[in-house]
């Protein structure tokens, strides 16, 4: 017997038009689920860059862009609009992401009783401390415990975050549930055309980093390594904005080149054309932030099938026993980087099936793992069993 769809009301006080992975996370599982024949409606800030294409219908809301009202104003202003869609609608349920004055989802569910799941890939309170907004702390982590006590459910991207979570907030663990995060697979490409669009040769040494210029990615590591190797055949790539973005620039020497912010599928082609990929993390920061969760940094990496360095983080030991890179302690990097360039050069400079014949094994493995696809199947399951708890079922 087939199973009726879900009529999903989202809200997302993130732009979804930002090339980063907490928007790319959620539009990528709200177009899955669509794809699965479930009724999605975002209502979402209005993009203040490159509007990506999605498959699910999205109610664009304009905010104030001063400050701290860019957050105000689309709680009030996107949080009417959610009331009124969902009176006109009637979901059956509403799935947020928890961001960091997120607290109308909550009032919509209380006030129409309708179950609300919220879903969270980042300690907010602590995050605000590592960017130096103490001062904000105390609102950030009084809306955190206002929505996520009133959750039917809430979905973790670890069990560490999840257990954060319960500590900050004093919610009830049963309504914790870890999900997985994923991924696309983009094309395979062809890296000779691209090195030579962007004016480098064949016997350059590329390396790339794509993600958020925030300090817990670590950029400024990045930046450090490449001063410390004096090698004239490096480059480094670096995709992505943040609130690091001007100090990094200011900081950087003329083999990095800062790309901004791109959308997914021209990043992705210019980090196919890198012979190795980075993720140089602070190691501590990141633990507090989000537990040790898998990034989708990590999942694109692995999909593009290029070799992998990460700091070196516990729970991404299963890098090393896939064979897809490498941890490495902080200090190390440059030595690293040193490192996979001598490989390089010793087999021959190859810029096609190097250090293995594709599809590698990472790539194999968010094939098989961590796929929307996937990610999608498991939500949907998870939606319809907090559905069912709460004595409801789609209509």
Known sequence: MTRPPLRIAAFSAVDLSLPQGHAIHLRGLLDELFARGHAVELVTPRPTSVTPPTRFARVEIPVLRLGVLVHWSFELIGGLALLLRALRSRPDLIYTRHDLYTIAPALVGALLRIPVVSEVNAALPVQVDLWGSRRARGCVAACERFSLRRASAIFALSDRMG???????????????????????????????????????????????????????????????AAAIPAEDLRYWII?????????????????????????????????????????????????????????????????????????????????????????????????????????????????DWPWPAPGAGRRWVEEHATWRIAAARVEEALRAILTASGRSPR
């Open 163 to 225: 257990e954060g979570i319960v500590e900050r907030a004093g919610v009830d663990p049963s309504r914790i549930r870890a999900i997985e995060i994923a991924t696309h697979l983009p094309a395979v490409s062809d890296s000779l055309p691209v090195r030579h669009e962007q004016g480098v040769a064949d016997d350059i040494f590329l390396v790339g980093f794509a993600g958020n210029l925030a300090p817990v990615q670590g950029v400024e590591r990045l930046i450090e390594a």
């Open 240 to 352: 992505g904005e943040g609130v690091e973005s001007e100090r990094l620039r200011s900081r950087a020497g003329l083999s990095i080149r800062f790309f901004g912010g791109l959308p997914r599928e021209e990043s992705d082609r210019l980090l196919s054309a890198c012979q190795v990929l980075v993720a140089p993390y602070d190691g501590a920061a990141f633990e507090r932030l989000y537990g040790g969760a898998v990034s989708t940094k990590i999942l694109n990496y692995l999909s593009l099938d290029r070799p992998v360095i990460v700091s070196a983080i516990e729970s991404y030991r299963w890098i090393e026993r896939l064979g897809v890179g490498e941890l490495c302690p902080e200090p190390d990097l440059a030595g690293r980087i040193a490192a996979w360039r001598s490989r390089w050069i010793d087999a021959g400079r190859p810029l096609r």
